[in-house]
T-cell receptor, first 112, second 116 residues
Framework: TQLLEQSPQFLSIQEGENLTVYCNSS?????LQWYRQEPGEGPVLLVT?????EVKKLKRLTFQFGDARKDSSLHITAAQPGDTGLYLC????????????FGSGTRLLVRP | EAGVAQSPRYKIIEKRQSVAFWCNPI?????LYWYQQILGQGPKLLIQ????????DSQLPKDRFSAERLKGVDSTLKIQPAKLEDSAVYLC??????????????FGPGTRLTVL
């Protein structure tokens, strides 16, 4: 069974601080996606990484896919209250079944 | 482009009652998913449809849950009878199938079910 573990589970920081969220697995994925979910809404895709070692930047967010395509990280620089939400990583199975395995999520609170 | 639509947004029922959720995916998306998201956890796949056929329902509690996608467009998920542990948000997602590249799913707003 493929599992994705996210850490930390909860993070409360002050506006302007930096943070990193980790997503780890013993399984290899064909791609790794990060979603953000706000209360009362469904997850919204932030980024997809496909190649081992790939780094993508989205404004103050930096996403990295591990060389072995088993892990990923999300780094936020100078966090803002608008970054508050549940961050989910999701790995796509290698078996071309179009299934995603979701991590348990990291709940981020950025205090003004 | 319209997103994934779900209804109702909220539902409160008593245990042993039945409930149904509806989902209309993005136009042209052949693959539709139903997920269960318990508070504090990530979404767990219940069932995956490809057009009107079931691709994976291995995690669907078939003694009480059922789902259909008769015309390969919208879908319904039913729970009968509901248990307390079914309290969760039920998310519907869709994706285009058959295109090269990663599977990027688009989610609806979810239905929050509370079983009393």
């Amino acid at each position: 069974t493929q599992l994705l573990e996210q850490s930390p589970q909860f993070l409360s920081i002050q506006e302007g601080e930096n943070l990193t969220v980790y997503c780890n697995s013993s399984s290899v994925f064909s791609s790794l996606q990060w979603y953000r979910q706000e209360p009362g809404e469904g997850p919204v895709l932030l980024v997809t990484v496909v190649t081992g070692g790939e780094v993508k930047k989205l404004k103050r967010l930096t996403f990295q896919f591990g060389d072995a395509r088993k892990d990923s990280s999300l780094h936020i620089t100078a966090a803002q209250p608008g970054d508050t939400g549940l961050y989910l990583c999701a790995g796509e199975s290698m078996d071309s079944s179009y299934k995603l395995i979701f991590g348990s999520g990291t709940r981020l609170l950025v205090r003004p | 482009e319209a997103g994934v639509a779900q209804s109702p947004r909220y539902k409160i029922i008593e245990k042993r009652q039945s409930v149904a959720f509806w989902c209309n995916p993005i136009s042209g998306h052949a693959t539709l998913y139903w997920y269960q998201q318990i508070l504090g956890q990530g979404p767990k796949l219940l069932i995956q449809f490809q057009n009107n056929g079931v691709v994976d329902d291995s995690q669907l509690p078939k003694d009480r849950f059922s789902a259909e996608r008769l015309k390969g467009v919208d879908s319904t998920l039913k729970i009968q009878p509901a248990k307390l542990e079914d309290s969760a948000v039920y998310l519907c997602a869709s994706t285009q199938h058959g295109l090269a590249g990663p599977n990027e799913q688009f989610f609806g707003p979810g239905t929050r079910l509370t079983v009393l």
